[in-house]
């Protein structure tokens, strides 16, 4: 999709919608993703750091509508967003509907958006599906969460078959060429998820190299992209949360704490990222062109879904979404 850039100050009012020009299905094909290896994605992620910044979008449940939060984005801006958002989700209905998740994730690769798959995963402690409230949203004992990282006991198996339970959905997109940015565990330094607030070696940490060892290895899923997360947590110490740069790809932020990440957080998320992309992985906030100027080596933001609308003017939307550095579905160039 091309589009027009149009002066903000006379187009952006509140409420309106700016047209996008559309070209010819067969011009706009030649921006649609061709099987692709992830370091292309990474590689891709690399070059656009200072420059540019993918605009991206979550899609919560339910499974049902994996596309219903990107699709305001298209009704308010005329553009689809760079980056789809989706869950693997925990809830009974949305679980037996991941199909649904991962056919969405291939529609939107084969349209020319990345995607990234976040998991509110269940603990190994109970069963495959839960609520949130008592289940995402948990506590383990320290004791129950020694054995999930400890191979061969009985909750470190029911975590890898926990694991294999989103295989082949994962499959399906390695099949299908799609390379993942897969944000497994995350904001691992908080407290409210059953995995997080375990710092240090024998922490949160260890199971995301556990979790990153079953499925790219074990199970040859060469297609992920592995999203480190954590949020903007001001008691800081992220880096005792980190896994090591050998399992992380990406390194990324959740600003819930405030409406952007502050100078500190950037700087800090760049000093563990060293080389690697950095991406603001959710967000409520539109970023603003103050924003996006003062901390330029963000590789993708994704703004949370209710969130769109309900923390956001169409006037604010549609000005990250035209803005000179943000690019939307159409304007990736894959190496």
């Not at 290896?37 to 899609?59: A, M």
């Not at 499974?63 to 989700?89: C, E, F, H, N, R």
């Not at 497994?184 to 190299?209: D, I, T």
């Amino acid at each position: 999709m091309k589009r027009i850039r149009l002066g903000l100050a006379s187009a952006l009012t509140a409420g309106t919608v700016i047209a996008a020009v559309f070209v010819s299905p067969g011009t706009e094909s030649a921006h649609a993703f061709p099987a692709t290896p992830k370091q292309n994605v990474l590689n891709y992620l690399q070059s656009i750091s200072g420059n540019h910044i993918v605009s991206g979008q979550h899609n919560k449940e339910p499974a049902t509508s994996p596309g219903q939060y990107t699709q305001q984005v298209k009704d308010i801006t005329g553009q689809y967003p760079g980056l789809w958002g989706g869950d693997l989700m925990f809830n009974a209905t949305d679980v037996a509907n991941r199909q649904r998740v991962a056919d969405q994730a291939k529609t939107e690769w084969a349209n020319g958006s990345l995607v990234a798959l976040t998991w509110h995963v269940c603990p190994p402690t109970g069963g495959s599906t839960c609520a949130f409230e008592g289940g995402v949203k948990s506590h383990i004992t320290d004791a129950q969460f020694s054995q999930i990282i400890t191979d061969g006991t009985a909750l470190n198996t029911a975590w890898k078959r926990r694991l294999d339970e989103v295989v082949p959905y994962l499959q399906q997109l390695k099949n299908a060429g799609v390379p993942v940015l897969f944000r497994p565990l995350h904001e691992m330094n908080e407290s409210w998820n059953w995995w997080g607030n375990r710092p240090g070696a024998n922490g949160s940490a260890r199971l995301y190299q556990i979790t990153r060892d079953y499925l790219a290895v074990t199970k040859g899923l060469d297609n992920l992209i592995w999203v480190w997360n954590v949020q903007d947590n001001p008691a800081g110490g992220w880096s005792n949360y980190y896994p090591g740069s050998g399992y992380v790809d990406v390194v990324s932020l959740d600003a819930w704490y405030k409406n952007y990440p502050s100078s500190a957080d950037y700087q800090q998320i760049r000093n563990i990222a060293g080389t690697k992309p950095i991406a603001i992985a959710e967000m409520g906030k539109m970023p603003t062109g103050a924003f996006l100027d003062s901390q330029p080596r963000w590789a993708w933001f994704m703004m949370w879904s209710e969130q769109l609308r309900g923390n956001n003017t169409n006037a604010e939307i549609q000005a990250t979404y035209f803005h000179s550095r943000v690019l939307n579905q159409g304007e990736i160039s894959l190496p």
